[in-house]
């Protein structure tokens, strides 16, 4: 128990007992309560619509789901979303690099901000499904379609997030560079890059699970050998509903991992962007 202290003067008013909240306290009175009784409420949704053959029983219970997982065996899946991970992954980095390096020269070049903002809004409004024939033909491997529309999902968000970051920081920090003799290389370097991280990092979290869509997406067209998508083709053409559902359930469990490691990531990084800001 720790003893707060009030100070009137140069005398000792009280001594009042401060309480702690322990981690149960914590958890009960955050966010993190609120997402949990919401999974619940959606598992026990899920669970009665699949009791009560809802949808002319398209829908199964999440006991014939682990059922179907189990029946395959974890070998089966880890085979098969390994190699739409690694898919995603390089369309994640690929599409993710691009994007910052275009904000960046933006920001150096102002005069390709029109082009640079041309193409972004291309990549974001047209639908993978018809970008993805022209990308067949162009590429002739199919893992480089699939990492090609992998990346074509997170590179809009990252780019405008990244250029948003960029241009965020304050006026009187970019005029004390300039005092100095700074150009806007050192600009960049000393203040844009440093205010840009908490919203790259942002715009990276929503393109982790983008990638994973991408991937799946692209699987679905190119029908490679392994992978998620194809998977899930062959269950729905076999008629096998627990299988489609859960494979569909593991690649937003893969998302969600994505997600859950960017933003652990970022947390710590902007509380390091923010000391650093205040420092400088």
């Not at 009960?28 to 009665?48: D, E, K, N, P, S």
């Not at 041309?118 to 018809?130: D, M």
């Amino acid at each position: 128990m720790l003893w707060r202290r009030t100070v009137r003067g140069r005398r000792i008013v009280r001594l009042s007992p401060v309480r702690r909240r322990s981690w149960v306290g914590r958890f009960a009175g955050g966010r993190w309560a609120t997402g949990a009784v919401g999974i619940v409420g959606l598992i026990g949704l899920w669970w009665i619509a699949g009791a009560l053959e809802w949808f002319s029983g398209t829908i199964p219970t999440p006991w014939a789901v682990l059922a179907a997982i189990g029946d395959r065996g974890i070998q089966f899946y880890i085979d098969n979303f390994s190699a739409t991970i690694q898919l995603a992954f390089a369309g994640f980095l690929w599409g993710n690099g691009l994007a910052i390096v275009l904000a960046v020269a933006v920001i150096l070049f102002p005069p390709v901000e029109g082009l640079a903002t041309q193409l972004a809004i291309i990549s974001y409004c047209t639908p993978i499904i018809a970008v993805a024939p022209i990308i067949q033909v162009a590429f002739a491997q199919v893992q480089t379609m699939i990492v090609f529309l992998a990346a074509i999902s997170v590179f809009f968000t990252t780019m405008i997030g990244t250029l948003s970051g960029l241009r965020s920081p304050q006026k009187a920090g970019i005029d004390l560079v300039t005092v100095y003799g700074g150009g806007r290389f050192t600009q960049l370097w000393r203040v844009r890059s440093v205010a840009a991280l908490p919203n790259t990092l942002a715009a990276i979290k929503i393109a982790a699970p983008a990638a994973v869509l991408g991937a799946v997406l692209g699987e679905f067209l190119a029908m490679p050998e392994k992978g998620a998508g194809p998977t899930m083709i062959i269950a729905q053409q076999a008629g096998d509903i627990p299988q489609v559902w859960a494979i569909a359930l593991l690649c937003g469990v893969i998302a969600g991992i994505g997600y859950a490691i960017v933003a652990v990531v970022a947390r710590f990084a902007t509380r390091w962007s923010t000391g650093v800001a205040v420092l400088g």
